[in-house]
């Protein structure tokens, strides 16, 4: 069984926990293999230099491994900007065919997959605890994605989207509003004392 530590408090949990019980800041995993393989080849996995954080890379097919942090960090927009080799011109490729599920490349359990921030078209492989695989050129592909304003399109489809549900809990409101008045209107209490 693999233990968490809090990187605030430096609280140690026994077993996988996100959140600190005693701080509540985000819990690291301890990985007690440190031997990784590619989820793809299952090859050992060996170290790669990308913008000054060591990531872990597989030399047959060129995948990329990321822990939470370093992708939070490589994904973000104040990194992106900040990086002259960033490609603005971003082109959505086509969503790849659909395929199994791979194995995460440190506890062994399948990852999930989804489309980096819905619209990217850039489907990543993550464990939860563990970490983010990327394929060949994801990094890349994410990267400019986020460069082209990418994360302002995302964010303006979550407000349209939760605009509309709005709207559509406001219709459903003002339909139970009418409801109750057309109930209230014609209850037994009124029509005993005043009539119709």
Same mark, same amino acid.
């Given at each position: 069984?693999?233990?968490?530590?809090?990187?605030?408090?430096?609280?140690?949990?026994?077993?996988?926990?996100?959140?600190?019980?005693?701080?509540?800041?985000?819990?690291?995993?301890?990985?007690?293999?440190?031997?990784?393989?590619?989820?793809?080849?299952?090859?050992?996995?060996?170290?790669?230099?990308?913008?000054?954080?060591?990531?872990?890379?597989?030399?047959?097919?060129?995948?990329?491994?990321?822990?939470?942090?370093?992708?939070?960090?490589?994904?973000?927009?104040?990194?992106?900007?900040?990086?002259?080799?960033?490609?603005?011109?971003?082109?959505?490729?086509?969503?790849?065919? =659909?395929?199994?599920?791979?194995?995460? =490349?440190?506890?062994?359990?399948?990852?999930?997959?989804?489309?980096?921030?819905?619209?990217?078209?850039?489907?990543?492989?993550?464990?939860?605890?563990?970490?983010?695989?990327?394929?060949?050129?994801?990094?890349?592909?994410?990267?400019?994605?986020?460069?082209?304003?990418?994360?302002?399109?995302?964010?303006?489809?979550?407000?349209?989207?939760?605009?509309?549900?709005?709207? =559509?809990?406001?219709?459903?409101?003002?339909?139970?509003?009418?409801?109750?008045?057309?109930?209230?209107?014609?209850?037994?209490?009124?029509?005993?004392?005043?009539?119709?």
């Amino acid at each position: 069984m693999s233990n968490s530590h809090c990187i605030h408090c430096q609280h140690i949990v026994k077993g996988t926990c996100r959140i600190c019980p005693m701080c509540g800041g985000s819990m690291k995993q301890e990985i007690e293999n440190e031997n990784r393989q590619c989820p793809r080849c299952k090859e050992p996995l060996v170290v790669f230099q990308f913008n000054h954080y060591q990531l872990d890379k597989c030399t047959s097919c060129e995948g990329l491994w990321l822990e939470p942090d370093k992708f939070k960090v490589l994904t973000s927009e104040f990194d992106v900007y900040r990086d002259d080799n960033s490609e603005p011109n971003f082109l959505r490729k086509p969503t790849p065919k =659909a395929e199994g599920y791979l194995p995460c =490349a440190c506890c062994d359990k399948l990852m999930s997959r989804k489309n980096f921030k819905a619209i990217s078209g850039v489907i990543i492989d993550s464990c939860i605890s563990c970490g983010i695989w990327l394929d060949k050129g994801e990094l890349k592909q994410i990267r400019s994605f986020i460069a082209s304003g990418g994360l302002d399109r995302s964010q303006d489809r979550q407000l349209d989207k939760h605009s509309q549900q709005i709207q =559509a809990l406001d219709d459903r409101l003002s339909d139970v509003e009418l409801m109750e008045r057309m109930l209230n209107k014609y209850s037994l209490k009124r029509i005993f004392f005043r009539g119709f």
